[in-house]
């Protein structure tokens, strides 16, 4: 090598010493040391920071929406309505507390012990994230409540960092038992169970409350993949992998001393139940509810309160008798109706209201074919009036007020009135004179065969004896509510508007001797904040158990030989009322045992027309549907049954007014085509008068028939004031909707 070689050599030697020396010098340990402990500060101060800018933040969106539960009188779900989850909150303290540690024994096994993360899981989740492997496990029971609860389930770094910093603030400003309510109260179990008690109904058809530790084991392993995991749609592989995680729980249970190791040699896994379809609000339910509703917004419980979700609210309805009720209307009268072949049938309303009179608890009700089909209740509608099932009221407040008839008689079960049709009432400055069925007249009758046979001109009579304000006072304490209700005679017919809820709580409130019952459906109303009681259904006594018993004894002769016949069996007494309204638009019995009141109506709706009144003649093609038909028909096949086939309670009648019995020496006066009766022939209470026009025409050889309202006299024998006019075509009538002459 030559010289000149050799330089260019040494040059290049001392160019790569000074290069290598270069790079030790800027890498030396001390300088990599301080590296790496300024990047841990820096880190560190990161942290720091997004420690102090981070905080806990609210609920997100999701976490406290619940739905509202609404449950049969035994705790049965009916329906879950609002929000569209399906998530009940409840306290840790109902639930068991070898459940609680099924989750932790499950998910993390320190929960009690840790700060609220795991920095390995949480860094290894990161890693996951940014490598693109998605959300990862690992995390804390806390780190999923917050997850849960505060944040989203977006797997990305931003919502991974702050779920690491919200966990330790929450672990530090939370206890522990509120951390695991949180937790297993906003997980997914699956089958649209959010929160535990959704997914012990969803599972294991029961509260959170009745979970045992078995069961709890194995809604705590679902929280790991509740779709893969759930039993009745799970693979061959998702089952055993469930059914180790399920063991593996317990296993865990047993180490940390939660659990016996004898009795967990004893537990099998438990298959959850099929699943079941969430109930809706078809059927009946809708009907509950609405009317569950309604006495919840007079209750203070406002629409927009259960919006909030997190209700339970427990009703009266027994399950057992609503599913009576709801038989009944299809054996008595679905059944034998051609909704599509027969156009009266078509226009068909059934409605019912059932109570306990002892509580006013309402214990099942029938709104109509169909929830989703048929929106308006028609047990709780006033579009309709009550017609002769009023007339039991007439007679009450005759015995109330110790009325006494025009020839001074004291009014009672065997006082004698004239029942000749189109008879002019006596002593009213509003002239009325109703006509009888069939223009049928009676003679003189006890108040006990008017009442059987419904005789128009007998009760019209006496409302004019007690006084029309009167009468109404006495309906309105009674329950029957003040809608068009003028203070006429004519409201011995039944002309105001009243559901079938409102005649139950009157009938209640006679069958339970004259103490006020006022029908109410809630039970209870609960969420985590509020519990609100029901309303009081039994009030003070309106009427004095002299005028309810006495009631109660002349309604036992409807049943036993008069228009309600129909409802009459020797499984159970009874007592009721039948009727009919004007043109047979409404057809009601009202009845009552000594432990169970129930109205049950017929309307006629047209389907056409906003749903305006129409004719029953003709349903089932029967002729003409009235109470003693149809509604006492159903009302006796849901007694019988709703009384488990019957009952030996008996009516326990006190100090029963039979009032005066006096014979008119005189004959009635009012133009009539029957004769007048025979004094001599008047002395058995229930022998009408003789003419031949005058046979009964609901006697015990005919179906019982509630006779309906047929026009009174012309003009010019009785004057016809506006809304008391006759029937449809009849003269002084303009509006046979508002015609009052309804039976």
């Known amino acids: 090598m030559g010289r000149a070689d050799a330089r260019r050599a040494q040059r290049r030697g001392a160019r790569r010493a000074a290069k290598s020396g270069g790079i030790r010098r800027l890498f030396t340990w001390r300088k990599m040391l301080g590296t790496f402990f300024g990047f841990c500060l820096l880190v560190m101060g990161a942290f720091v920071a997004l420690y102090l800018y981070v905080d806990i933040p609210k609920a997100n969106a999701m976490a406290e929406r619940q739905s509202n539960v609404y449950q049969y009188s035994d705790g049965t779900v009916l329906t879950r309505t609002g929000n569209g989850v399906n998530r009940q909150i409840v306290d840790l303290a109902e639930i068991p507390k070898e459940v609680q540690h099924t989750f932790v024994a499950a998910e993390n096994k320190t929960f009690y012990k840790d700060k609220g993360v795991d920095l390995k899981g949480t860094a290894r989740g990161i890693l996951n994230t940014l490598s693109g492997k998605g959300k990862q496990g690992g995390s804390t029971i806390t780190q999923q409540y917050v997850k849960n609860y505060y944040l989203t389930q977006d797997p990305t770094v931003s919502r991974k960092l702050k779920e690491l910093v919200i966990s330790l603030k929450v672990d530090q400003k939370k206890d522990k038992n509120f951390i695991l309510a949180g937790y297993i109260n906003t997980a997914y179990y699956g089958r649209g169970a959010s929160g535990i008690q959704a997914a012990a109904q969803a599972y294991y058809g029961v509260d959170a409350k009745?979970?045992?530790?078995?069961?709890?084991?194995?809604?705590?392993?679902?929280?790991?993949?509740?779709?893969?995991?759930?039993?009745?749609?799970?693979?061959?592989?998702?089952?055993?992998?469930?059914?180790?995680?399920?063991?593996?729980?317990?296993?865990?249970?047993?180490?940390?001393?939660?659990?016996?190791?004898?009795?967990?040699?004893?537990?099998?896994?438990?298959?959850?139940?099929?699943?079941?379809?969430?109930?809706?609000?078809?059927?009946?339910?809708?009907?509950?509810?609405?009317?569950?509703?309604?006495?919840?917004?007079?209750?203070?419980?406002?629409?927009?309160?259960?919006?909030?979700?997190?209700?339970?609210?427990?009703?009266?309805?027994?399950?057992?008798?609503?599913?009576?009720?709801?038989?009944?209307?299809?054996?008595?009268?679905?059944?034998?109706?051609?909704?599509?072949?027969?156009?009266?049938?078509?226009?068909?309303?059934?409605?019912?209201?059932?109570?306990?009179?002892?509580?006013?608890?309402?214990?099942?009700?029938?709104?109509?074919?169909?929830?989703?089909?048929?929106?308006?209740?028609?047990?709780?509608?006033?579009?309709?009036?009550?017609?002769?099932?009023?007339?039991?009221?007439?007679?009450?407040?005759?015995?109330?007020?110790?009325?006494?008839?025009?020839?001074?008689?004291?009014?009672?079960?065997?006082?004698?009135?004239?029942?000749?049709?189109?008879?002019p009432v006596v002593g009213s400055d509003t002239p009325f004179s109703p006509e009888n069925e069939d223009n049928q007249s009676y003679g003189n009758v006890t108040v006990q065969t008017a009442m059987n046979k419904s005789i128009n001109s007998v009760f019209a009579q006496m409302v004019v004896d007690v006084g029309p304000p009167e009468v109404k006072k006495t309906a309105l304490a009674l329950g029957v509510p003040d809608q068009n209700f003028p203070e006429r005679p004519a409201i011995s017919l039944g002309t105001m508007n009243a559901s079938t809820w409102d005649m139950a709580g009157a009938y209640a409130t006679l069958d339970n001797h004259g103490k006020k019952v006022t029908p109410f459906i809630v039970k209870s109303a609960k969420n985590r904040d509020r519990t609100v009681g029901p309303v009081k259904g039994i009030g003070g006594q309106v009427i004095s158990r002299k005028s309810a018993d006495t009631v109660t004894s002349v309604l036992q002769g409807v049943v036993d030989s008069g228009s309600g016949q129909a409802a009459k069996t020797s499984a159970y007494e009874a007592a009721g009322k039948t009727g009919t309204s004007e043109n047979n638009k409404a057809a009601l019995f009202a009845g009552y045992t000594p432990e169970l009141t129930t109205v049950v109506a017929l309307f006629g709706e047209s389907p056409k027309d906003g749903g305006g009144q129409v004719?029953?003649?003709?349903?089932?093609?029967?002729?003409?549907?009235?109470?003693?038909?149809?509604?006492?028909?159903?009302?006796?096949?849901?007694?019988?049954?709703?009384?488990?086939?019957?009952?030996?309670?008996?009516?326990?009648?006190?100090?029963?007014?039979?009032?005066?019995?006096?014979?008119?020496?005189?004959?009635?006066?009012?133009?009539?085509?029957?004769?007048?009766?025979?004094?001599?022939?008047?002395?058995?209470?229930?022998?009408?008068?003789?003419?031949?026009?005058?046979?009964?025409?609901?006697?015990?050889?005919?179906?019982?028939?509630?006779?309906?309202?047929?026009?009174?006299?012309?003009?010019?024998?009785?004057?016809?004031?506006?809304?008391?006019?006759?029937?449809?075509?009849?003269?002084?009538?303009?509006?046979?909707?508002?015609n009052p002459l309804k039976q």
């Open 210 to 423: 009745d979970l045992d530790v078995s069961q709890g084991a194995y809604l705590a392993a679902l929280l790991q993949a509740p779709s893969q995991y759930d039993w009745a749609v799970a693979t061959p592989t998702g089952r055993k992998l469930v059914k180790d995680r399920w063991g593996y729980t317990l296993d865990n249970m047993v180490e940390m001393h939660w659990l016996d190791q004898s009795e967990r040699d004893t537990l099998k896994f438990p298959v959850p139940d099929k699943p079941k379809a969430a109930p809706g609000m078809e059927g009946q339910t809708g009907y509950l509810v609405e009317a569950a509703n309604k006495e919840l917004d007079k209750q203070g419980i406002t629409g927009d309160m259960r919006q909030a979700g997190g209700w339970t609210f427990t009703l009266n309805i027994d399950r057992k008798r609503q599913k009576q009720l709801e038989q009944s209307v299809e054996r008595q009268l679905e059944s034998k109706l051609d909704r599509k072949g027969n156009k009266v049938d078509a226009t068909v309303q059934a409605g019912a209201t059932s109570v306990d009179p002892k509580t006013g608890e309402v214990v099942a009700l029938y709104g109509g074919v169909d929830y989703v089909k048929h929106y308006f209740s028609n047990a709780t509608r006033r579009d309709y009036q009550p017609a002769s099932t009023f007339k039991p009221l007439v007679l009450a407040s005759a015995l109330e007020n110790e009325s006494k008839t025009q020839d001074g008689d004291l009014i009672g079960v065997n006082t004698r009135y004239d029942g000749t049709s189109k008879r």
């Open 615 to 738: 004719s029953l003649t003709g349903t089932a093609n029967s002729g003409r549907a009235n109470g003693g038909g149809f509604p006492a028909q159903i009302w006796a096949d849901y007694t019988l049954g709703a009384l488990g086939g019957g009952s030996g309670a008996q009516f326990d009648l006190q100090d029963v007014e039979r009032g005066e019995v006096t014979v008119p020496t005189r004959p009635s006066t009012t133009p009539s085509q029957t004769t007048s009766p025979d004094p001599s022939t008047s002395q058995s209470p229930d022998v009408p008068s003789q003419s031949p026009s005058e046979t009964p025409s609901d006697s015990a050889s005919q179906s019982p028939i509630e006779p309906p309202t047929q026009s009174p006299e012309s003009p010019s024998e009785s004057p016809i004031l506006p809304g008391e006019g006759a029937d449809s075509g009849g003269p002084g009538n303009n509006n046979s909707d508002n």
